[in-house]
């Protein structure tokens, strides 16, 4: 059975500091990984998306891809705290939305 | 992007009774698909919503617990039939955008069963 695992945090941080938050993931088939963020009683909204190994970068956000490791990561700089909230990691067979498998996500509090 | 909504947005239902939840996007998609998200977990796909077919159920979810209908490209319901207090959950519908590159979920249906 595919799985993702993440630690449930929550994890806090300091405003201004850089919020590292991590996935592993079983399947090594899997070519897709997503980067969800989901504020409490809303729906998720997809930040980041990753099918190549190495860094992509969007603003604030990085996200990190090590398939040898069968690990993603996501670091957000200059935390604020508007990006408290629930971090979902997904990972999938292709580039497309079918058989996307989510984590439990990691509950991320911003201390300002 | 595509809006996406629910309805209802939460009930509040009894038991062995059944709740049929509304997904409309305001505009034609081909991948539609039915999540449930229980208290302090995470999404767990139901099923996929083929339009002018049967859904595609994933393992552990069968049509005559969660019937779903798919009559076009921009609507779909899901039915929570018979339902039991383990059934109580967030229930999101969710389309693959036309690019491929992204997912995008309704505000989702919170239903609690008593």
């Known amino acids: 059975q595919k799985e993702v695992e993440q630690n449930s945090g929550p994890l806090s941080v300091p405003e201004g500091a850089i919020a590292s938050l991590n996935c592993t993931y079983s399947?090594?088939?899997?070519?897709?990984f997503f980067w969800y963020r989901q504020y409490s009683g809303k729906s998720p909204e997809l930040i980041m998306s990753i099918y190549s190994n190495g860094d992509k970068e969007d603003g604030r956000f990085t996200a990190q891809l090590n398939k040898a490791s069968q690990y993603v990561s996501l670091l957000i700089r200059d935390s604020q705290p508007s990006d408290s909230a629930t971090y979902l990691c997904a990972g999938g067979d292709s580039g497309g939305y079918q058989k996307v498998t989510f984590g439990t996500g990691t509950k991320l509090q911003v201390i300002p | 992007s595509a809006v996406i909504s629910q309805k209802p947005s939460r009930d509040i239902c009894q038991r062995g009774t059944s709740l049929t939840i509304q997904c409309q996007v305001d505009s034609q998609v081909t991948m539609m698909f039915w999540y449930r998200q229980q208290p302090g977990q995470s999404l767990t796909l139901i099923a996929t919503a083929n339009q002018g077919s049967e859904a595609t159920y994933e393992s552990g979810f069968v049509i005559d617990k969660f019937p779903i209908s798919r009559p076009n490209l921009t609507f779909s319901t899901l039915t929570v039939s018979n339902m039991s207090p383990e059934d109580s959950s967030i229930y999101l519908c969710?389309?693959?955008?036309?690019?491929?590159?992204?997912?995008?979920f309704g505000p989702g249906t919170r239903l609690t069963v008593l």
């Open positions: 969710s389309v693959e955008a036309t690019s491929g590159d992204t997912q995008y």
């Open positions: 399947d090594r088939g899997s070519q897709s």
